[in-house]
């Protein structure tokens, strides 16, 4: 199918292709999509579940153990090399299995951050992967949309495209449908939409002709592969820091082996218990529990409705100390329904809800029909013709079962728009009627800077007219006359403030304004931009977007949790202000900022407008931008909501930008560091509360980690150092390694969040993992460990003097050391009890396996002879617990007498 598209007409590119502007039949995009594979370039595959397993074994230290470990098989050492080996093994799987989980964790993220595209198939209208599309699909395009697939046009209004990722065209390029001669090279093909540009402006249709490595992207597709994944903030810090840690604990392993080897002790148990204790203390795994843990998060925050783009995002969200939100839809509902018109001639009251066509429109009481008002069919003829949405009626209920048939209402496209549809229907004016009795000839789009659409429209008696709609005041400077009933008159000064004070009375009330104005025209220039001007204004429409009901309770805890919220909207300062004081966000008295404010001040007195200021109205995306810069200058870590293309570089300025999932443009989603599925304001909260909760879970598993990895080295050092023994045989190291690690380790990446989590400022960006005391408790429990274990394994000496007991003591005591120890380290302020003994059941069931393991080690009885242990008795086992639960018991007394 690699055909000259650009040279050939559309309609006999769809013939060629066996499509039409009702798109593909099912069964032949199936068939397609059999043939032709998925649309997507090649990647680099994920590591295989072998190769995963397999790089469980690139740790040096593991490595020199297995070589080790197999000379002493040699040797004669059979069932010591061979037990050692599986628990080798058993890490292995254990470390296998945590990184599968991350792998699958990852992958899934990707598929859910797969763009989607609107199509036509089957006649039917559809939201599909962008994976989906094959040669021949029909597909809507629209502004802020990366462009899918190399596209043939169909229809195409005011279009242009951001082709610089292909061509390095700086400017955006005008695009058209008509064919261009067959050598016209690339960036000059106006009828073609190359796969991986960018729509910046205008709306149209087109034809896929070609897909994944078959477009033009494609040819240069081994320039876009390969990327590896970028590993996080905090993960390239205790990448760092596991190397010194390394050192350290190597420095100590060889010291232990040459104590032991100046005693006499034999050289071969001794370089098997160095390296083996090296294996165990030496936490390599630091990087990946952070990878694991934040895997789990992003999970997590996929159940809260929050899709993470990229995963430091994860330990920045709990940083956030400002979140700048936009109000519609993701404060208020973005359910609009028009409630107000204002005409010259009188206010209008409009009834219904939601987008239904069911209501009336009514003045004084009584119902006004077309016929008796000339201008307001005039308004409502420029709203339903200025406007690219559409309201499908769906059938629901089957009629069985007690399930009554009804008709619902599903809008695509803008729901400001969808109103003013609906509020046109309720007076029986549609679209469809319209679009019989006007022509549309051209459109400038809407965007955030100009704040106005217009189109151009031809009736049927050859005259054409300008319609246009957008903000109040913008309209309003550019009209020179208004309508009133049938007669149009010159707008004077005093016209202007009634329409002003209209425009304040229904901001006051919460209603978003919009304007609509009209003009006839003779002669079309080639910029029909330049139209804009001397128009008649017809009137204005108060739209009511309710604040959504969970946002007012979210704003509570971001006030306890430190996070200051700004509401940053183009809408009028006035409804801006209504709708703050609704929800708590300011009160009546306090400041709200506009754009015009932030262009007019200066220096300090900006600063101080941003940095005290709480809602921002009528602001364009540049505004936006020198709001995230003022305030990261002062210091702030800063949440950013947008859905817009001008959106992006305040986006991607943020430290967390957030996009919608909903309403967004595929530019806005690609810049945000996370999605917001539902483009809710709560989710932003529930995602920072998430977070933090990643957060103080991966300080969780630091903690315990290192403490129990410090414990160990410190029972082996200090024994030496007492000239005693060695407390633990190699297999016994590696054991404790495999029961203490693994399993309860895993279990404190899902406990769940301090109840006090959203009680607590922000942490700040820079903080060291090891700050607010964490090395210390580190030190300390670690220290507590090592002492508690090594007094026990001498005591059990001078007392019995029996080395296998006097190991199997200090075997058991540091086991039920790091088990207890492992409860401690789910809060760093509350104690165990007041944290909830059975609030991570994960956890509970953890420490029962781990227990289990142990207790297998010394009374089934091949274990036992492996082990090298003896079976405690009841006396025995109350010394253990007792030496075992001291740490815990001295560290609570210790928090206890802190808070007295």
């Known amino acids: ?141 629209h502004p802020g949309m990366r462009v899918p697939a190399d596209l043939r046009l169909v229809h195409a209004v005011a279009l242009e495209v951001d082709e610089a990722p292909l061509t390095g065209e700086s ?26 540009t960018l729509v910046t402006r205008g709306h149209g249709s087109g034809l896929v002709v070609a897909t994944g490595m078959e477009t033009e992207v494609g040819r240069i597709a081994q320039m876009l592969q390969g990327v590896g994944r970028e590993p996080t903030p905090l993960q390239a810090r205790l990448e760092q820091l596991g190397q010194y840690i390394v050192w350290g604990c190597l420095l100590i392993c060889a010291a232990v082996v040459l104590m032991g080897l100046y005693r006499g002790e034999n050289p071969t148990t001794m370089f098997l218990a160095g390296v083996s204790l090296a294996v165990a203390a030496i936490p390599e795994g630091l990087p990946a529990i952070v990878t694991i843990a934040l895997a789990i998060g992003v999970q997590r925050m996929l159940r809260a409705q929050a899709i993470v783009r990229k995963l430091p995002a994860v330990e920045t969200l709990g940083c956030a100390s400002v979140i700048c939100s936009d109000k519609t839809g993701t404060l208020t509902k973005n359910e609009m329904t028009v409630r107000r018109i204002w005409l010259a001639s009188g206010g209008i009251e409009v009834s219904g809800e939601g987008y239904a066509p069911e209501g009336q429109l009514s003045r004084a009481g009584r119902p006004l029909a077309l016929q008796q008002a000339t201008d307001l069919k005039q308004l409502l003829t420029i709203v339903a013709l200025c406007n690219n949405a559409a309201i499908v009626a769906v059938k629901e209920g089957n009629g ?5 048939r009804r008709t619902a209402y599903q809008i695509k496209g803008d729901p400001t728009e969808a109103a003013l549809l609906s509020v046109a229907s309720k007076a029986g004016l549609t679209r469809e009627k319209l679009l019989s009795e006007y022509e549309m000839l051209d459109e400038i789009p809407f965007d955030s800077e100009r704040k106005r659409m217009s189109v151009l429209v031809a009736d049927k008696r050859g005259n054409r007219w300008l319609y246009s709609k957008g903000a109040p005041d913008v309209l309003l400077a550019r009209c020179t006359h208004y309508l009133e009933g049938k007669t149009v008159k010159p707008l004077r000064p005093e016209q202007v403030e009634l329409v002003q004070a209209v425009m304040a009375e229904m901001g006051d009330a919460a209603l978003r304004v919009l304007a609509a104005a009209y003009r006839p025209v003779e002669h079309v220039p080639s910029q029909i931009e330049t139209l804009e001007g001397h128009l008649v204004f017809v009137g204005l429409l108060g739209l009511i977007d309710p604040p959504r009901p969970e946002v007012k309770e979210a704003l509570k805890v971001c006030r306890r949790a430190g996070i200051r919220t700004v509401m940053i909207t183009g809408d009028h300062a006035r409804t801006a202000r209504a709708i703050g004081v609704e929800l708590g966000l300011i009160g009546t008295h306090d400041a709200v900022y506009s754009g015009v404010d932030l262009d007019r001040l200066q220096g300090a007195e900006l600063e101080r407008a941003i940095n005290q200021g709480r809602i921002f109205a009528r602001v364009s995306p540049h505004h936006k931008l020198k709001i995230v810069q003022t305030l990261k200058r002062a210091g702030q870590v800063v949440a950013m909501t947008g859905d817009g293309i001008n959106d992006a570089p305040a986006l991607m300025e943020a430290d ?101 989590l959203m009680e607590r400022s922000p942490r700040s960006k820079n903080e060291n993992i090891f700050a607010r005391g964490l090395a210390r408790r580190i030190l300390t429990r670690g220290v507590l460990i090592g002492i508690t274990t090594t007094l026990v394994f001498a005591g059990t000496m001078l007392h019995a003097d029996d080395l296998k007991l006097a190991r199997t003591m200090a075997f058991a005591t540091l086991v039920f050391c790091q088990l207890f120890h492992v409860f401690d380290c789910r809060s760093e302020t509350m104690g165990i009890m007041e944290k909830g003994l059975f609030s991570n059941p994960y956890l509970i069931v953890a420490v029962l396996l781990s227990s289990l393991m142990f207790w297998a080690a010394l009374y089934v009885p091949p274990l036992r002879t492996l082990f090298d242990t003896v079976a405690l008795d009841t006396s025995q086992w109350l010394v253990v617990l007792a030496a075992a639960g001291m740490p815990t018991v001295v560290i609570g007394l210790r928090r206890l007498l802190r808070r007295r």
């Not at 039409?20 to 090649?42: D, V």
């Not at 069985?400 to 009554?404: P, Q, T, V």
């Open 1 to 141: 199918m690699k055909l000259l598209w650009h040279s050939t007409d559309w309609v006999e590119c769809m013939a060629l292709l066996e499509s039409s502007e009702q798109g593909l039949s099912t069964k032949l995009a199936e068939q397609r999509r059999q043939r032709f594979g998925p649309n997507r370039l090649q990647q680099t595959p994920p590591p295989s579940a072998w190769q995963l397993f397999l790089g469980q074994f690139k740790d040096f230290m593991t490595l020199v153990l297995l070589v080790a470990t197999l000379i002493s098989g040699l040797l004669g050492e059979y069932a010591d090399a061979l037990s050692i080996i599986a628990i080798v093994l058993l890490n292995a799987l254990l470390g296998f299995v945590q990184e599968y989980r991350a792998e699958k964790a990852i992958a899934a993220l990707a598929k859910l951050n797969s763009p989607q595209v609107d199509i036509r198939r089957d006649g039917r209208d559809l939201t599909v992967d962008v994976e989906e599309l094959v040669p021949g699909d029909y597909v809507f395009i």
């Open 171 to 196: 400017l955006p390029v005008r695009k058209s449908v008509e064919p261009v001669p067959a050598d016209t090279p690339l960036h000059e093909r106006a009828c073609m939409l190359y796969s991986g």
């Open 400 to 404: 069985r079962f007690g399930l009554r």
């Open 656 to 756: 967390i930008g957030v996009a919608m999932g909903r309403t967004g443009t595929d530019v806005a989603k690609e810049a945000a560091d996370l999605v917001l599925r539902d483009d809710n304001f709560a989710t932003i909260v529930a995602a920072v509360r998430e977070g933090r909760g990643i957060y103080d879970n991966i300080r969780k598993f630091i903690r315990y980690l290192l403490s129990c990895n410090v414990g160990e080295l410190l029972t082996v050092f200090l024994t030496m150092l007492l000239r005693l023994p060695l407390p633990l045989r190699p297999l016994q190291i590696l054991w404790v390694n495999l029961v203490t690690d693994g399993l309860p380790a895993m279990a404190l990446g899902v406990d769940p969040p301090d109840p006090d």
